[in-house]
């Protein structure tokens, strides 16, 4: 169930408007004057019933949008393949006055393709009565088509008086375009209710496998895929193709908001390219019903279709996560430091896995922030995110210095996360204004150095107006921190879909041809020293041969890239780092985000993208492929070039540990070793997550379009804490 309360200004009446449609009871005039936000609309979208089939299968896949003053303010779930959906989603909307009425637009969902048009029907909110819950059945209708019997949509309404002085949390849904670009999450926080934001507990999920799913494509099979929701959180599986009986391990974790629970609204998906994927069935975990600090082990049968899902499920008490004042904070207090000093020394290496370290960020101000507002200021409100745990101060309304002095704790659960801090103007009747963003990966991290940070824009590629000040600082257990970094790397559930991009294809080809070529040019070295272009290299190249060749030894492998990593090592130390600054993925970034403003502008104007899917799809697929090929070989580079010390050294040991035992233990026992775990690996653990520990270590590894997004910006001088205005407005 969906609980959102957002606030709406008084505004003209959309074109064409006519209120005596749908109007509903006794009129109910006599309201009284009201100063803003005095009356609080509580609503229950609760079903329809008998909606026009608007899809060739003779069904819909409905949702509802509520419009006041020409202003969408809610838009519902979409209930697939139903003509007598239920929603039961409820939306609590603050407004100025009931004279401006509820309009109601229902649409069928098609995927890739315009929306279609159902029905609309307009609710008078001064028919209502005040402090009086009230179902109403509305009977929608199409202008172009009066006559046509569209079905109708059952509400609960509840319109009641707000005191004046009550404070307010507003929470603005995530409003996704049609073109799948993400838009900001809008929230407004007030200090006395700043424990809305923070969770109760972590769910746990892994997704095991699905068994004798209904096949939905034409070879008997199906191409499943998994949808997973709880509120406002969202996470999608991989894709498994050609099967009935897919097999998927994935393990991800929800947040708890409510101390009763939740349920888990969960479809399954068959992906078809170039058209609307099927439905193949769904099913739902009511979290009231289990119990906690166990793992669940769940057989699911999917309604509306056919087979089932295989689950664990374990609810867990909440990460170490927090908001206070600056006077109020965890480090500063030496009792409640050195716990956590205690908790994250080497002696508890063992103890609990999933708990790395601990995170304490300070937003304590920004300065000379963009004017977003038409009266040349800004609302900004600050957003502290790490990986899927999401944070927000308080608002500062009208001003471009605003001082927010807030700490944030969080619970690191891998060392190689990045905080991102976004700063956003809040905007009552629509989606939050960007200003600016910074990425600061932990291990690059000062310990209590109070630090201006230049905002960056959307892409991370350059710099914006103003700078934030923060004071970070990370206490994490180092073992715990390495063996962590050979295990999954966690996904983001909220994240931008991929698009096509010109400019993004020609620079991941690029970087995919750099790569490429260091591998032609060694080839092209070897080649030279064979033709004897250069005596002396060739006479040198021909006895190192003979010598490696005629002594080689398996731990040789290891030994010789423990040698370049130190090699590449003492360069650094000695001030001739052989790596140069990778301007050419600048550059190749720059012309990215001047092509996003275009691509911006012109979404607006031209919906062909949509109508060109199964190509888009297709290119996007090699899009990103020239992507993966490209990051894993810039990844190598940086492991060898001490992007992250942290990553080199962990190389350094394992990379000792492995010539060792190739040097005291026949490569026979190794490989005897390692295929007797490999096969009795499903025997021992069933449910265990499958991983390549070389790939998970890789994914820590930053490529260099990540290294150009964490780079620090000079910030400038105008801005040092001394020139900082003291009395300034705004």
Not at 81 to 110: Q, T
Request: hydrophobic share 40%; aromatic share 10%; charged share 25%.
């Amino acid at each position: 169930m969906l609980d959102s309360c957002k606030l709406k200004t008084g505004e003209t009446l959309p074109f064409g408007y006519n209120k005596r449609t749908n109007t509903i009871g006794t009129s109910n005039a006599d309201f009284p004057l009201a100063d803003p936000g005095m009356y609080q609309l509580d609503i229950t979208l609760k079903r329809g019933q008998n909606l026009a089939a608007r899809d060739r299968g003779g069904s819909s896949d409905p949702y509802v949008k509520f419009k006041i003053g020409g202003k969408e303010v809610f838009r519902s779930k979409t209930i697939h393949k139903n003509l007598n959906p239920v929603w039961e989603e409820k939306i609590c909307i603050l407004i100025d006055h009931p004279r401006e009425p509820l309009y109601i637009k229902v649409f069928d969902y098609d995927f890739g393709l315009q929306d279609d048009f159902i029905g609309s029907a307009f609710l008078d909110l001064m028919s209502l009565e005040l402090n009086r819950s009230t179902d109403i059945n509305l009977t929608l209708k199409d202008p172009h088509y009066p006559d046509h019997d569209l079905g109708t949509i059952l509400l609960s309404v509840l319109l009641a008086p707000k005191e004046e002085q009550r404070e307010v949390t507003m929470l603005m849904r995530k409003s996704w375009k049609r073109s799948s670009k993400f838009q900001p999450q809008s929230l407004r926080l007030s200090d006395m209710h700043r424990k809305s934001q923070l969770w109760r507990g972590i769910v746990s999920i892994t997704l095991i496998e699905g068994c004798e799913l209904k096949a939905m494509d034409a070879n008997g099979l199906s191409d499943p895929y998994v949808k997973f929701r709880l509120g406002h959180q969202k996470y999608k599986s991989k894709i498994v193709p050609k099967t009935l009986n897919p097999q998927w391990r994935e393990q991800f974790d929800f947040h708890l908001y409510e101390e009763r629970g939740g349920i888990i609204d969960i479809t399954v998906w068959d992906k078809d390219a170039g058209k609307r994927d099927d439905f193949i069935g769904r099913c739902q975990v009511d979290l009231s019903t289990l119990s906690r600090e166990q793992t669940h082990k769940l057989e699911l049968q999917l309604v509306e279709g056919e087979g089932w899902l295989v689950l664990l499920v374990t609810l867990t008490a909440s990460a170490a996560v927090s908001i206070s004042d600056l006077s109020v904070n965890s480090l500063e207090d030496q009792k409640e430091r050195d716990e956590i000093l205690k908790r994250y020394n080497t002696m508890r290496m063992f103890h609990n896995m999933k708990d790395v370290g601990f995170l304490q960020v300070k937003v304590i101000r920004a300065e000379a922030l963009m004017a977003a507002d038409v009266t040349g200021k800004s609302d900004p409100f600050c957003v502290v995110e790490l990986n899927n745990d999401r944070l927000l101060t308080h608002t500062v309304y009208k001003n471009l210095n605003p001082e927010w002095n807030k700490v944030f704790t969080f619970n690191i659960k891998d060392i190689h996360s990045v905080l991102e801090v976004t700063v956003y103007d809040e905007d009552r009747d629509r989606s939050a204004d960007f200003l600016g963003k910074v990425a600061i990966p932990l291990l690059s991290i000062q310990n209590g150095e109070q630090k201006a940070y230049v905002l960056k824009n959307k892409q991370l590629t350059g710099p914006t107006k103003g700078v934030i000040y923060l004071e970070i600082d990370v206490i994490f257990n180092a073992v715990k921190a390495s063996i962590r970094t050979l295990m999954p790397k966690e996904q983001k559930y909220i994240e931008e879909e991929n698009r096509l991009s010109k400019q993004l294809l020609l620079r991941n080809f690029i970087r995919m041809k750099r790569c490429v070529m260091v591998l032609i040019n060694a080839a092209y070295y070897v080649n030279s020293c064979f033709d004897w272009d250069s005596p002396q290299r060739s006479l040198a190249a021909f006895v190192l041969f003979l010598f490696v060749v005629w002594n080689f030894e398996l731990y040789m492998i290891p030994l010789a890239l423990l040698l370049l990593l130190a090699w590449n090592y003492f360069l650094i130390l000695s001030g001739k780092d052989n790596t140069q600054h990778d301007t050419v993925v600048e550059d190749m970034l720059e012309d990215e985000e001047e092509e996003d403003d275009r691509d911006d502008k012109d979404s607006e104007k031209k919906g062909f993208m949509n109508k060109l899917y199964a190509i888009q799809e297709v290119c996007v697929s090699v899009q990103n492929v020239l992507d993966e090929v490209a990051s894993f070989g810039e990844r190598i580079k940086n492991t060898f070039n001490w992007t992250v010390p942290f990553l080199s050294w962990l190389a350094i040991v394992a990379l000792c540990v492995f010539t060792v035992i190739l040097y005291f233990i026949p490569l026979r026992y190794i490989v005897l070793v390692w295929g007797i775990n490999k096969f009795t690996k499903k025997l021992r653990s069933p449910y265990a997550i499958d991983n390549n520990e070389l790939l998970d270590f890789l994914s820590r590894v930053p490529s260099d379009v990540q290294v150009v997004h964490y780079q620090e910006l000079k910030q400038d001088p105008s801005h040092s804490p001394n020139k900082r205005k003291r009395n300034n407005p705004g």
